[in-house]
Structure formats: C-alpha cells, structure tokens
C-alpha cells in the first residue's frame, strides 16, 4: 500500500483544514486496512492524531477530540482528516498511517502501522 497525504497549509488560528491521503491499490485491500493520522512537531515524537478501522469505529487523541473527524471513503481509497478551530500547538508535519485490520480491535500506537505517507505539514499562526 502506497499512501499519498495532500491538504497541508498554512492557516490562521481558529480555523480549518481538510487534509487527505490516498491510497494505491485495489478498494478491496482497502477496506480491510485500519487507517490513521499521526503528527510529529519540531523536536518532538510522532504522536497520534486520530485512527478508524476497517469497521468505522475511531479512536482521538485527548488534545483534539471535539475538534477533529477522521472519515474514510473506501470507494475512493482515501481517508481524511477534518481540523477545525485549529490552535498554534496544531503545527507539525501530519502523516496518513495504514495496516491490515485484526478483528474489530482499535490500535494507535505508531508501532502498529506498516505502511506511511510522506507527511503534509500543517502551520497555524496565531
């Protein structure tokens, strides 16, 4: 699986971005993937953002439930990331995760996924 992450920018505190990645491949393998989105700032660790398995159930890190929604098109082999009322701490180079789905389990760890994205980065100004 090859993943392909678009949508990056630069952007003003307070407001949104819709970041995108697409996958190569057939729908089929898709949709038996688990798919995520991770960040990792300057000097920091890659850390997770968000992730939705094959069966839509999803998983957010603390710092952006309520604020971001991870969706997934199957049909088109892609996943997205919304980003609404994006802070300064948002900023980091965002990178689109994927890995075959085990049963209905959820996992976030960086570890866990085999296949990345070459990252997008995301800037918010304040």
């Known amino acids: 699986v090859q993943l392909q992450a678009s949508g990056g920018g630069l952007v003003q505190a307070g407001g949104s971005l819709r970041l995108s990645c697409a996958a190569s491949g057939s729908t089929t393998i898709f949709r038996l993937n688990d798919l995520g989105w991770y960040r990792q700032a300057p000097g920091k660790q890659r850390d997770l953002v968000a992730v939705i398995n094959s069966g839509g159930s999803t998983n957010y890190a603390d710092s952006v439930k309520g604020r971001f929604t991870i969706s997934r098109d199957n049909d088109k082999n892609t996943v997205y990331l919304l980003m609404d009322s994006l802070k300064p701490e948002d900023t980091a180079v965002y990178y689109c995760?994927?890995?075959?789905?085990?049963?209905?389990?959820?996992?976030?760890?960086?570890?866990?996924?085999?296949?990345w994205g070459q990252g997008t980065l995301v800037t918010v100004s304040s």
């Open positions: 995760a994927a890995k075959p789905s085990i049963m209905t389990a959820i996992y976030v760890s960086v570890s866990d996924y085999v296949y």
